[in-house]
């Protein structure tokens, strides 16, 4: 039996909101797992559930790390974690996985597609394992997952946009 482990320490999940209709406001999340069950040689088979801690959402930021914890975006007490559950992988090309399945945030589920590339396994010099690694992108609406805190600009438009992209990297230690 092959057992899959997400290597923490090489792995990112980054995202990055509209600020002010003109820059971007950046951030990653630091602690998260992902569980992958299947083989790196068939990822249609595979099925894949993300889980995010929210608390350790991280912009550089103090003020508003804070506020993005707080109840008007994801109220951390009452909604500690975003989850992911693959439904389908499809196989677009020899690198390149459309991944659908259900994203929840604050306690809303919606159905969500993103695009993932398979980088292929190597093996470690270091350790004998086989790594294997993949990249996934993204993007979602905020309000779609009750995210809806904004404020007008006096130049017009909002402070913060309502499309969220994400990109992660992650590697796995496969133990055959």
């Known amino acids: 039996m092959t057992n899959v482990n997400l290597d923490k320490v090489h792995s990112a999940l980054n995202f990055e909101v509209k600020h002010m209709m003109v820059s971007k406001a950046k951030g990653e999340f630091q602690s998260f797992d992902v569980d992958f069950n299947g083989s790196f040689d068939d990822l249609t088979n595979a099925s894949v559930k993300a889980t995010i ?7 550089n930021n103090d003020d508003r790390n804070g506020h993005l914890k707080s109840e008007d975006f ?34 809303v589920t919606n159905q969500e597609t993103f695009t993932a590339t398979y980088n292929g396994k190597a093996k470690d010099p270091m350790q004998g394992n086989t790594i294997a690694g993949a990249d996934v992108e993204g993007k979602i609406n905020r309000e779609d997952y009750g995210l809806t805190w904004n404020a007008p600009l006096e130049t017009g438009g909002v402070l913060i946009g309502k499309e969220v992209k994400f990109s992660g990297g992650f590697e796995f230690v496969v133990e055959e």
């Open 53 to 59: 801690d929210v608390a350790s959402i991280e912009t």
């Open 74 to 107: 994801f109220n951390v007490e009452q909604h500690p974690h975003i989850t992911f559950v693959s439904k389908n992988i499809e196989k677009v090309s020899d690198e390149e996985y459309k991944i659908t399945g259900d994203l929840t945030i604050k306690g």
